[in-house]
Every structure is written in C-alpha cells, then in structure tokens.
C-alpha cells in the first residue's frame, strides 16, 4: 500500500505522511498495517489507564535503583517502601498534615482526636488484619474507612497534580470545624479533575464578595462553569456539634436553605451545584433498590421549580449521599443524582423518542461526564503506570494481543511450537479461563485455552473493553430498549451518511439537511422498534430520572 507524502498519515496523528513517520522510513513504504496496530494498543493501553486514573493528568512515576520515585506538581518523592501507588497515598497525607500535627493528634485519647486520624486509626486495624504478608501487594475491599481516608489523600494529589493546592484548604481540613466542608469541598473537586475539567480555585478569603468554590473548564465543550458544594452537618459526625449540625434524621432538613445558599453566590456561567444528604442507606442500596431520599429530593427540586426558582435561573444540581464515614468497616457505598433545575430536557422521567434522549444526552455531555467523575471517587489506582494490578503488581504473564504474533509453545497436535497471530480472545468467567484464536503463520488454525488467576480476572472484569489489547465493546445483556439503541448505535458507527440516506429515504422529513449523527440516531431508533426484543412503538420510552 503506497501513501501520498501530502496525504495524513495512516498512524492517526492528523500529520501529513511526509511529516510523520514519512519522514523516518525516507523513501520506503511504511508498514501499514504496523502503524494501525500500535495506534490500536497504545489506544487499548491509555483506556486502562484512564480507567484507573480518570481523565486527569497521568501519574508522573519513574523506579530506579530500587527508589519509586513520584512528580506532583513541583516536588519530587521518593521511598523505596512504594509497591502500589496506595502506599505513595499513605505517605503523601502525611506530608501535607505535616507530622507534628500528626503526631500530636495520635497523642490524644481516640475519641478526642481530629476525624481525619481517627480514620487514620481505623485504617491501621484494617491493614493489621487483612495484610499477612508484609512487604507484599494486598488486596482489600473499599470499606468506609478505605474510602474516607484515602479520599482525602487522593484528592490532595489530585489539585496539586492538576491544579493546586492551597495552604487554605489544608488549614481548613486541619480545624475540626471547618472539616466537614473542606472535606466535601475536595471530593467535589476530585470528580471534576477525574472527567478531565480544568479547575480554578477561587480566593474565598477575599472578604469584598461572596465566591464559588471553583470554576471548571469542560475539556469536550470549553463551557465554563461556577460550581458550589454543600453538605448537611448532622451533630456527631465530621467535627460536627450541636451548634453547627442538625440532629434530624430527615435527610432534606437543610435542602431548601443550602441550595438558596449556593443559588446566592455569583455566577458569570452556568451552574452546578452539589448537595450532599449525609443520610443513612440501606446495606444493599442499588440501581434497582433506590433509597427513598432519591426520589424525595426530586419532588423537592420540582417544587423549588415551580414555587422559588426565579425567572431565568437555572442550575445542574447534583444530589449526592458520600456516607462512607457512617460505617466504617462496611463496604462504601455512593449516590449521585443530577437534576436539571431550570433544564426541562435534562434527566427528566416521562416519556421519549430514543432519537431525542440521544440528542438530550449530547447535549448535556458535560454533566453526565461530571457524575462519571463523581463515580470515580470510589476507584483507587493501584499501580503508578497505569497497567493492570495483575501485571504491574503480582507478576502475571500479559494477556495476548489481538493482532499480535506469538509462539505458542507446545500448541501444536504433536507438542511442536506454533507461531501464530492472535485473531480473537474471549474469557469466560464461569470457568476462569480463555479461549484464543490463533492464524497459524503455516495455515493452521487453532482454538488455545488457558487458565486465569484471580487477579487476572478481577483486571479482565476491571477493564473488558480493553482486555486484550484492542477497544471493543463487551458483551452484556441488554436491559433495556435505550441499552439496545446504544448498541445499535456503536454497531452502526461507520455507516457513511448516503447509506444512512439511502435507508431513510422517503420515511424522515428533510433527513438530506440532517446531520450524521442525526440520521444514525434515526435509523437505529427504527432499528429498536422493528425489533422483537422490546415492545417499543415509533421509537418512544418511557424514561426514570438516573
């Protein structure tokens, strides 16, 4: 295959092929098929890693004679105790409290001493239990306990990585009384730098005019918004007393006052406002098994709508429950539920075509990429370079490639090598093992299985989109008519538009101005109802706020 030297380069980089990789193989012909295959890994490789590390800036990590050495912002740190960036966290707290303060809040009786090392206590009777073999990787599961702390040390990392961090909030985090906000305050920001928005953190010590606590910059839009975060103090818990927390156990008991409160302070952009319940949930809380607060707090905004909202007001507001400190020794658990306050056609139940949640969706990108961040706070990355935990940390071989040559020893019927390319691979979990398809380089063609590890199937189930060295898009059941739409989105991603055309012809007014993603959309909508899956007439759901 011969490439124009005027033409972009097949590698992806939007290059011109003489500018490229042009210019490195001179006047031969480029391997193709070489360049596609390294773009399809590198592609494979950096969703893992995001995966882990959200959409922030990576982990600047580097191990050399022995030392594991970790960039945040300007400083440099090193240890030779580093196995998991866990343990980088542990130490990296530590700094940012300082030790004196640390120390002298270890002196005190337990029930005396700063939330913070309270925690910190509780994560050492953990770590006491569960880690048999020092010195060596454990896993465990996120607890409260898991999460509260590391939470903390996460997020300090993150602004100082991203974006800053201010001697301010760490003074707040350090006085009992001005904890829990601090605290909340940074789980907030946490998911922003996690969906990859650029922050701003404003001088809320100017005492001239009241402030957000921070302004974010979507890296898909470049919408700029004003973002606000408020938790409701309940006496005991966070610092909280009697004087400055509510001993109600109705979670809405500060609801209405706060997001006045949020709604007060000024804004040149759009708005997004968190409110945290800091409510009790039920052990096996889910998708399916909503807390009744989730629905509370949507009749709540509707009413606030109607009756308070002023003209032209309008804000995403983000109902959250972060309770990890209510039990430490469970497993975390995590609610966040956006509401569109002023936005009739965002996350709104009722009734609708697919096409039209589609566009709906695109266009409130930005907030649904902020409850994915939101999601992320419960995800640790485990290894500094992003690979899998499998791999980085417990040694195991890397899984096969698609696309890639192996020798595959004693494959063959008599024992003998076969080297052959790698045309599929699929794990199956019920046996906890996988099944390769191999192209032998001497025609054969061969079905291999290999057992897995627990490690390696927790990573395979940790990213399974990416398993095997190539994005796909992993098999699971469909649940629901728009889960079936999304499908057939991604299946028909490349149809050209005069295909899409040619389908639609006759059947969609003015489909010839229509864009693209429009006219997929469409035919995929149609695809749904003509299928015998889903009862579904002309395309229209029915629709739960999420």
């Not at 882990?52 to 050399?64: E, L, M």
């Not at 337990?110 to 509780?122: C, F, K, N, S, T």
Request: a neutral charge.
């Amino acid at each position: 295959m011969k490439i124009g030297r005027n033409k972009p380069c097949p590698c992806g980089s939007g290059v011109k092929f003489k500018r490229c990789h042009g210019q490195l193989t001179g006047r031969s012909t480029p391997d193709v098929a070489a360049i596609q295959q390294s773009m399809q890994v590198h592609d494979a490789r950096e969703r893992v890693r995001t995966a882990q590390q959200g959409h922030s800036k990576p982990i600047i990590s580097a191990n050399w004679n022995g030392q594991q050495f970790v960039a945040v912002g300007n400083a440099l740190h090193y240890s030779p105790k580093w196995k998991t960036f866990p343990d980088f966290l542990s130490d990296y707290v530590k700094i940012k409290v300082g030790a004196d303060w640390g120390n002298a809040e270890i002196a005190k009786p337990i029930e005396d001493r700063h939330v913070l090392m309270q925690w910190y206590d509780a994560l050492c009777r953990l770590q006491k239990k569960v880690i048999t073999k020092p010195g060596e990787p454990s896993q465990f599961p996120v607890t409260g306990v898991v999460a509260c702390y590391y939470s903390v040390a996460y997020g300090l990392y993150l602004l100082e990585h991203n974006v800053e961090l201010q001697g301010r909030l760490l003074a707040r985090l350090k006085n009992p009384g001005n904890f829990q906000g601090a605290y909340y305050e940074l789980l907030v920001a946490s998911a922003f730098v996690l969906a990859g928005f650029t922050l701003t953190l404003e001088d809320e010590a100017d005492p001239a005019q009241k402030h957000c606590e921070f302004s974010a910059v979507s890296p898909a839009t470049g919408k700029k918004y004003w973002i606000e975060a408020k938790m409701r103090g309940v006496a005991g818990e966070l610092g909280r007393t009697e004087a400055d927390g509510t001993t109600s156990n109705n979670p809405l008991s500060s609801f209405t006052r706060q997001l006045n409160a949020a709604l007060l302070k000024p804004a040149a952009d759009a708005r997004m406002i968190f409110l945290d319940l800091n409510a009790d949930m039920a052990a096996d809380a889910n998708e399916d098994n909503r807390p009744a607060f989730v629905e509370a707090a949507g009749r709540r905004l509707e009413l606030y709508e109607q009756k308070i909202l002023k003209p032209g007001e309008a804000a995403y507001v983000f109902v959250t429950n972060a309770n990890f400190h209510k039990n430490l020794e469970a497993p975390a658990q995590l609610v966040a539920f956006p509401y569109g306050l002023g936005i009739s056609d965002f996350n709104r139940p009722g009734f609708y075509r697919l096409s039209e949640r589609y566009k709906q969706d695109r266009l409130h990108a930005d907030a649904l990429r902020v409850a994915e961040g939101f999601a992320k706070l419960l995800t640790l990355p485990a290894t500094f370079d992003g690979s899998m935990p499998s791999v980085g940390l417990h040694g195991a071989r890397s899984p096969v490639v698609i696309g890639e040559t192996y020798n595959f020893e004693g494959a063959g019927a008599n024992g003998e090598d076969v080297i052959g390319t790698v045309a599929d691979a699929v794990v199956m979990e019920a046996e906890k093992a996988i099944t390769v398809a191999v192209n032998g380089t001497d025609g054969r063609s061969l079905l291999l299985k290999e057992p897995m590890t627990d490690e390696q199937l927790a990573d395979y189930r940790g990213h399974p989109d990416a398993y095997f060295g190539k994005i796909v898009r992993p098999s699971k059941g469909v649940k629901t008519p728009y889960e079936l739409f999304e499908f057939f989105m991604y299946a028909y991603r490349d149809l050209p538009r005069d295909k899409l055309l040619e389908h639609l012809s006759g059947r969609v007014e003015g489909a010839e101005t229509m864009e693209r993603d429009d006219l997929l959309a469409i035919y995929c909508e149609g695809m749904v109802s003509a299928s015998s899956v889903f009862k579904v007439k002309d395309g229209v759901i029915s629709s739960e706020a999420s």
